[in-house]
């Protein structure tokens, strides 16, 4: 079992940075595969990046690939998401998963942090 809780989220320019924190509950977390999503209102939930057990096999989404960065600090229990040079697309609320088993299909979410990019 794994309680997730992210954090960082608000309101920032167009062309701007935020780091986006996920904290871990469960002694186990070294074990897991991370990743964080997103959805936009009206949208469906997409992927964003993933992040593997040793903080190596990470994957991003094309719209992403480039200015957002997962990483993870498995001492810590936590993963983190650095997003650089937002846009207002990127706007939506952002959520941390975890899973045992799986780097592309996830057990367990967070209750989610809002970003909001405006032009």
């Known amino acids: 079992q794994v309680h997730l809780v992210e954090s960082g989220g608000g309101l920032v320019q167009s062309g701007g940075s935020l780091r986006l924190s996920c904290a871990a509950s469960g002694h186990t977390f070294h074990n897991y595969y991370m990743g964080w999503f997103r959805q936009a209102p009206g949208k469906e939930r997409e992927f964003v990046a993933t992040i593997g057990w040793s903080g190596g096999s990470s994957y991003y989404a094309d719209s992403v690939k480039g200015r957002f960065t997962i990483s993870r600090d498995n001492g810590k229990h936590m993963v983190y998401l650095q997003m650089n040079s937002l846009k207002p697309e990127d706007t939506a609320v952002y959520y941390c998963?975890?899973?045992?088993?799986?780097?592309?299909?996830?057990?367990?979410w967070g209750q989610g942090t809002q970003v909001t990019v405006s032009s």
């Open positions: 998963a975890a899973d045992y088993y799986s780097q592309y299909e996830y057990t367990y």
